[in-house]
């Protein structure tokens, strides 16, 4: 008998599943996958769809590299976060609660970068890759 997948092996498919149902569907969203990633993600999850209907996304993808990087504007413009969707955020939740206490399995910003790209929701910018390093190395 195989193993019972984790959640978040889960939740992975079903975010390919919406960009692929969302990409044929021409821009379609998929209120099933929806609800099966608000049931694994819970309410962190609500929270990134609001982030991602107030458009508080950008991508940027270096241009020779193609190594990019998310930032997420939190509520107030001064709290910019750098997100690597499915491993990072700099974020004080994402140290607390996902790697310190291991609560959550990731961050709202997380949970709106992947979204939000699932969809084709965010612009994606190609910027240099000297301008995608120091953005790393700086924060911003
Ligand atoms: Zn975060």
Redesign the pocket.
Known sequence: MEPIRSLDSVGEESFRLLAQDCAASNGGVNDLILLSLAHIYGKNFNTAVEVVDEQRIVCFVGEKTQRSVVKVQGKSASDV?L?FPKHF?S?Q??FFKVVHENEAIC????LAARLALALGRCPIITISDVEIASMLAFGS
């Open positions: 976060y997100v955020c974020c939740a994402f961050c709202k910003h997380q």
